[in-house]
């Protein structure tokens, strides 16, 4: 099992920055593939950056690309999305998620998840 732990949620103008951690604890963080999704209010959990095990490989949503950054501290078993120049649309609870098999963007190749935290970008 591998827990999940995301902080770093909260509220910020358009165009301001966050930066979101995701902790894991449980077995060993550098076997995992870490992924970023996120869901606003009535829409479905949608892709937003994945990480491979060495960090060699990232993928990245159209739709964040060249906004945000994801990477991740296997020494401290933590993954990182830095989000900057904030849009309204970016408002969503995010969500890492671990996959012991590789990096993917789809959500059922995920095996855990962490509970999300919220981040709201006010126009």
């Known amino acids: 099992q591998v827990q999940l732990v995301e902080s770093g949620g909260g509220l910020v103008q358009a165009g301001g920055s966050l930066r979101l951690s995701c902790a894991a604890s449980?077995?060993?963080?550098?076997?995992?593939?870490m992924g970023w999704f996120r869901q606003a209010p009535g829409k479905e959990r949608e892709f937003v950056a994945a990480?491979?095990?060495?960090?060699?490989?990232?993928y990245y949503a159209d739709s964040v690309k060249g906004r945000f950054t994801i990477s991740r501290d296997n020494a401290k078993s933590t993954v990182y999305l830095q989000m900057n120049s904030l849009k309204p649309e970016d408002t969503a609870t995010y969500y890492c998620?671990?996959?012991?098999?590789?990096?993917?963007?789809?959500?059922?190749?995920?095996?855990?998840w962490g509970q999300g935290t919220q981040v709201t970008v006010s126009s």
């Open positions: 998620a671990a996959d012991a098999s590789s990096w993917s963007i789809l959500e059922d190749d995920y095996d855990y």
């Open positions: 449980g077995r060993t963080f550098s076997n995992y593939a």
């Open positions: 990480i491979a095990w060495t960090a060699g490989n990232k």
